[in-house]
């Protein structure tokens, strides 16, 4: 673990998971408009959003999949993790008071080079609503301590 409580490359192996759920509030997709400009009818106007395939308002795809981002931020890995890319599928949509579950799957550990490959699903009631794959750089603890016993002769 690094001083953050996240896990280094040398904890990590395939099958470790972690999962971080959240209810997707009316306040949630109203806030996420604003800040990111995408007020698409689909997601604030009821009346329009009714006449749609959807048959009603959904939340913004990129607002779920900030789920997945904070498991992988504030689980696993953990603090200190970098995103480095992210490939998305959106299956199916999530609406307002849907609680939506985001797991996190250690696929492979690339040891050499620090790197993780994460899958990523986000479900509804059991149901898959995105899924994908993450790749992370995590930190290690044995190149830490060689640093510290560098610094430590003066090197």
């Known amino acids: 673990m690094n001083d953050l409580n996240g896990y280094d490359i040398e904890d990590l192996s395939p099958g470790m998971s972690a999962t971080f759920g959240k209810t997707v509030t009316e306040s949630d997709i109203g806030l996420f408009a604003g800040i990111s400009g995408d007020i698409n009818a689909l997601h604030l ?9 959807f048959g009603g308002r959904i939340a913004h795809g990129i607002l779920t999949t900030g789920l997945i981002s904070a498991t ?17 599928r959106f299956l199916a949509p999530v609406r307002p008071g849907d609680t939506v579950n985001a797991t996190v799957t250690v696929k492979e550990v690339i040891a050499e080079r620090g790197h993780v490959v994460l899958e990523t699903i986000c479900r509804v009631g ?3 609503v995105i899924s994908g ?9 044995k190149k ?12």
């Open 144 to 155: 830490r301590e060689e640093k510290k016993k560098l610094a430590a002769a003066g090197v």
């Open 126 to 128: 059991g149901k898959d």
């Open 72 to 88: 992988i931020a504030n689980k696993l890995p953990g603090p200190g993790v970098i995103y480095l890319e992210q490939q998305l």
């Open 45 to 53: 106007n009821e009346e329009y959003a009714a006449t749609t395939p």
């Open 133 to 141: 794959e993450a790749r992370v750089k995590v930190g290690s603890s």
